[in-house]
């Protein structure tokens, strides 16, 4: 269940369509991108499953290939790193490094991969809808319409797993769902035993510039009909 890079060439290829102008083109590579990745992530534990396979693929501490880093990391940016990896199997966290702070992941390989091909699109999107929008606005209303966007983003991965989920039906989750159990519960002993991290703290944004960015994120919907992932798929 090692990162497979015939799936991660499939998710790039989805999200360079993204490129186009099109919204709606953009919209629907990355609801495909997300919808692969999820549905690729089950089928590798149903087999798994089936013939009682321990994973190779190890949780780990990726301090040293972060997400991202900077003498000072955005908030919008820290809240996007925790929604990604927690659609897809991961913890991010933020660590700081002396001259600067790291955004950085936990979980395995092929998790953290996933994660790092939607974080480079989305980042660049969230940043075009933020200037398309806000044009004259100062920081603080642009951090709050990143964070809106996010809150939509993380709605729309919740969807897609839902979605997903929902294609294998249940004699293929009862065995699907103690390996999702295990992996979960591995990487929260991963987490308190190494890094022992502390609390995040709450942010305060503008409510009216994150309720505009929730709004302006319905653009990028990760959310695609099943058959529409299947002509794309394995």
């Avoid at 953290?112 to 809808?129: D, F, K, M, N």
């Avoid at 839902?162 to 295990?182: C, I, K, T, W, Y």
């Amino acid at each position: 269940m090692t990162a497979d890079p015939a799936l991660l060439d499939r998710v790039r290829k989805l999200l360079a369509l993204a490129a186009s102008p099109n919204a709606h083109e953009a919209a629907s590579a990355a609801a495909l991108a997300q919808t692969l990745i999820e549905r690729h992530r089950l089928q590798a534990w149903l087999d798994a499953a089936e013939v009682n396979d321990a994973d190779p693929d190890p949780i780990a501490d990726a301090r040293d290939a972060p997400l991202d880093t900077g003498r000072r990391i955005r908030k919008w940016k820290v809240v996007l790193a925790g929604a990604l990896a927690a659609a897809n199997g991961c913890v991010a966290y933020t660590l700081d490094r002396g001259k600067d702070m790291a955004i950085v992941l936990v979980g395995r390989g092929r998790d953290r991969a996933a994660v790092a091909e939607l974080w480079s699109w989305l980042v660049t999107r969230i940043e075009w809808l933020s200037a398309t929008h806000g044009a004259g606005r100062d920081r603080a209303w642009h951090e709050a319409f990143r964070i809106g966007c996010v809150s939509t983003i993380a709605d729309r991965l919740a969807a897609v797993s839902a979605e997903v989920r929902s294609e294998f039906g249940e004699a293929a989750l009862v065995r699907v769902d103690p390996a999702v159990r295990a992996h979960d519960e591995a990487l929260a002993r991963f987490v308190d035993d190494r890094l022992k991290l502390g609390k995040g703290r709450g942010i305060r944004v503008d409510a009216w510039a994150w309720a505009e960015g929730r709004t302006a994120a319905e653009t990028l919907p990760l959310h695609a009909k099943p058959n529409a992932a299947r002509t794309l798929g394995r």
